[in-house]
T-cell receptor
Framework: DGGITQSPKYLFRKEGQNVTLSCEQN?????MYWYRQDPGQGLRLIYY???????QKGDIAEGYSVSREKKESFPLTVTSAQKNPTAFYLC???????????FGQGTRLTVV | GENVEQHPSTLSVQEGDSAVIKCTYS??????FPWYKQELGKGPQLIID?????GEKKDQRIAVTLNKTAKHFSLHITETQPEDSAVYFC???????????FGQGTELSVKP
């Protein structure tokens, strides 16, 4: 089955630790995105990548980092510099030049 | 940059009634307007979309209308069913490589 897989579904970390969220897609999409979702708010763009080895900051990139070494994979690292990391994180992908995005099932990160 | 406003934030209807959710956008260059349905704990799912060269699009019980002059678009769900209960998000693409700007979401509750 083609799709986007995010893992893990739930993640708990202690304050001050870096944590990496996985996102893999087998849709052969060039573009991949990371969004953050907080209760009562829409999705906010963290980072996006349109091609391997290249990525751009979104609206709320501070405290996050990404890499795009393979077309299929776009991992997101939540660093200790992110002041409020507890949130639901969503990965998406689309064909290059289109905005028709398909989402994964999300990772709920809780920092204690 | 683009800004998308969505109303209402919550909507409760009786089964069989219609539901309407409205969004406005600020960037006249936006040309793609998708609607997503998000069930609890899951990623958003694309349910319908419309491009700026079309005024209305329908798919069974759901329809979307677009008024480019007024910069607003709406989602219409007819003959609502309990399984329509979810959070609905509108979005707009300002034609910047596929990035989506999301509204704040509408929590729809369909009461049997």
């Amino acid at each position: 089955d083609g799709g986007i897989t995010q893992s893990p579904k739930y993640l708990f970390r202690k304050e001050g630790q870096n944590v990496t969220l996985s996102c893999e897609q087998n849709l052969n999409h060039d573009a991949m995105y990371w969004y953050r979702q907080d209760p009562g708010q829409g999705l906010r763009l963290i980072y996006y990548s349109q091609i391997v080895n290249d990525f751009q900051k979104g609206d709320i990139a501070e405290g996050y980092s990404v890499s795009r070494e393979k077309k299929e994979s776009f991992p997101l690292t939540v660093t200790s510099a992110q002041k409020n990391p507890t949130a639901f994180y969503l990965c998406a992908s689309s064909l290059l030049g289109t905005a028709e995005a398909f989402f994964g099932q999300g990772t709920r990160l809780t920092v204690v | 940059g683009e800004n998308v406003e969505q109303h209402p934030s919550t909507l409760s209807v009786q089964e069989g009634d219609s539901a309407v959710i409205k969004c406005t956008y600020s960037d006249s260059a936006s040309n793609y307007f998708p609607w997503y349905k998000q069930e609890l704990g899951k990623g958003p799912q694309l349910i319908i979309d419309i491009r700026s060269n079309v005024g209305e699009k329908k798919d069974q019980r759901i329809a979307v209308t677009l008024n480019k002059t007024a910069k607003h678009f709406s989602l219409h769900i007819t003959e609502t069913q309990p399984e329509d209960s979810a959070v609905y998000f509108c979005a707009a693409s300002p034609n910047q490589g596929g990035k989506l700007i999301f509204g704040q979401g509408t929590e729809l509750s369909v009461k049997p």
